[in-house]
């Protein structure tokens, strides 16, 4: 029996396959009206629309037993590295510039892997869309390890950065693949579940990167921060290749080379890179090495906002070949997508800038700093798989995203009123607050947007939403690092002080108390805590502003008894 075609303005075949569509979205009945109900497709329905695989391959798709959890186990290892490297090379970072000489590019070590992770993401949806979802997998695989591998080799500076340039767009391939294998494979009412498993081990390796990096850094060396990815990326892409069974593969498949090409939207993705240097300089710039006023800044201001535009309007016109979708903006598509960047802007704020509150102002060593943030990581990670498995029971995501809005927002607010003699207790305590907001509230959003698209669209709606979670944790920490230091120089270059501003910027954290005299040193930590709390108030305003948008969700409820996609 042939697929059958779903009457849309798109115009796209819908695939009817039993655990390999997105939940449904039953609305309630606050929310009813019977002229905007999404249809309900019933047993009998589905054998008149046929469903919809029958000339594709006979191999079932991995929905469980052991070959399941060992797919399972291989995209868990597979976020975690691209996790990983999202913060490992924090700590290393001094160690790095001390072997290439010079500071000028240290800012581009992290940068040049997050901004081509998150521009990249929804080129790769658009993959696992037009092209076999197995091999599209492992090539990132591939490519990510290439990456790490020039990393760890790197002879300087350059090589360094084209380095991470590639792992950023493997890693994007990795973290949308991921997801979208979840999406297609699990059963839809267990979905969120699965997707708790990723989010626990994306948050868990987010959060020891800096003491992982500090211990290979310190007792090793700064290149086993990349090496590491090579083992544990081989092994996941050997149980992929070996065990992991994709589902019948979509009509798409059989679209032109050229128009599949078409489909990535490359050009879309140039743009959006370019306006993403642009927004970095400018930050980097602004308030440290040059004014606010002077040319290059404004100017890559300018062009930041300039290239934006240009981006809307490129995807735009490009219709159902842009990276995003204009008719996949649905209501709670695009209230998740706001939120999730706020909510990953606030996390990696956290993240980041925690351990530089340990380090100089507690004065404790980086592996030290990485174990005081334990009561994040680990609150964080038990919140995000709690969380999954209650919502798949329960059913409503928007109490979820609320809740964990709320005590995100109230724990950054307490981090925020952190100063340099806090007690553990208070530490300990924020952190874990903090982290069981974000945990409860992390893999909501993308779950969410899942089951508010037909089956076809997952993969570009999985990148969409992964994009803008990724960018979230750029921007917002280049606009925290931008808040910290203005503040802190500030403060340096005040009346009162007789200390060099620029030394202390260009002073690594653990070296403050052997370049500056103990007389020095309470204005230099009261001027960080000033720089830090600055950085803590703008995850206090995101956070804040994610409990807010929240609220605009439509009410609906997962049901993995029907294959439905709902018009929210």
């Not at 396959?17 to 997105?22: D, V």
């Not at 960047?341 to 351990?355: C, K």
């Not at 956070?543 to 969700?553: D, F, G, R, Y």
Request: charged share 10%; net charge neutral; glycine share 10%.
């Amino acid at each position: 029996m042939s697929t059958k075609t779903r009457s849309s303005q798109t115009g796209e075949t819908a695939v009817s396959s039993g655990t390999s569509t997105p939940a449904t979205l039953e609305k309630s009945n606050k929310d009813v009206s019977p002229s905007h109900e999404t249809p309900v497709v019933g047993d009998r329905e589905k054998e008149e629309r046929g469903s919809g695989v029958d000339d594709a391959p006979t191999d079932k798709p991995s929905t469980g037993g052991f070959t399941f959890l060992m797919t399972v186990t291989a995209l868990a290892m597979s976020m975690f590295l691209v996790s990983l490297d999202m913060t490992i090379v924090a700590t290393a970072i001094p160690k790095i510039t001390d072997e290439f000489g010079g500071i000028e590019d240290e800012a581009w070590y992290g940068s040049a892997f997050f901004i081509t992770l998150g521009s990249f993401q929804a080129a790769w949806g658009k993959a696992y869309k037009y092209f076999p979802l197995k091999i599209s997998f492992l090539l990132s695989i591939l490519l990510f390890e290439i990456g790490s591998l020039i990393c760890g080799v790197a002879p300087n500076s350059i090589a360094l950065c084209i380095g991470r340039a590639i792992t950023g767009v493997g890693g994007a391939g990795i973290s949308s693949g991921a997801f979208t294998i979840i999406a297609l494979s699990a059963p839809p009412k267990q979905r969120p579940a699965y997707i708790g498993i990723l989010g626990a081990s994306y948050g868990v390796a987010a959060a020891i990167g800096p003491l992982v990096g500090g211990a290979f850094t310190t007792n090793i060396t700064w290149r086993w921060c990349f090496y590491i990815n090579l083992p544990i990326g081989g092994l996941a892409g050997g149980i992929i290749l070996f065990f992991y069974r994709p589902p019948p593969p979509l009509p798409f498949l059989d679209t032109p080379l050229t128009e599949k090409l078409l489909q990535m939207d490359l050009p879309g993705t140039l743009i959006l890179v370019s306006a993403l240097v642009c927004y970095v300089l400018a930050l980097q710039w602004g308030g440290v090495s040059l004014s606010w006023g002077d040319s290059k800044v404004v100017g890559t201001l300018v062009g930041f906002g300039v290239l934006l535009v240009v981006y809307a309007i490129v995807q735009r016109a490009q219709k159902e070949r842009a990276a995003m979708i204009g008719r996949l903006f649905r209501r709670n598509v695009v209230i998740m997508m706001i939120y999730i960047d706020l909510l990953a802007g606030t996390f990696f704020l956290l993240v980041y800038y925690l351990p530089i509150y340990f380090q100089v102002v507690s004065g404790v060593s980086a592996a030290q700093s990485g174990i005081r943030n334990l009561p994040l990581i680990l609150a964080q990670s038990a919140s995000t798989v709690i969380s999954g498995v209650t919502l798949s029971k329960f059913g409503y995501p928007q109490p979820f995203l609320l809740v964990g809005g709320v005590l995100t927002a109230v724990g950054s607010g307490l981090l925020y009123t952190l100063e340099v003699n806090t007690g553990s207790g208070k530490w300990i305590g924020y952190q874990l607050l903090a982290g069981i907001g974000i945990g409860w509230c992390f893999q909501v959003p993308l779950v969410t947007a899942q089951a508010s698209v037909a089956p076809e669209d997952l993969p570009s709606v999985t990148a969409m939403v992964l994009t803008v979670q990724t960018l979230g944790g750029s921007v917002f920490v280049s606009a925290g690092q931008s808040a910290m230091v203005n503040v802190l120089l500030k403060n340096l270059r005040s009346e009162t002080s007789t200390i060099d501003a620029v030394k202390v910027a260009m002073t690594g954290a653990t070296e403050l108390r052997q370049k500056f005299s103990s007389t020095q040193m309470p204005f230099i930590l009261t001027s960080y805590m000033e720089g830090l709390q600055a950085t803590f108030l703008v995850a206090v305003i995101a956070s804040s502003v994610a409990t807010v948008v929240c609220l605009a969700t439509r009410w609906v409820k997962f049901s993995g008894q029907t294959t439905a996609a709902a018009a929210a």
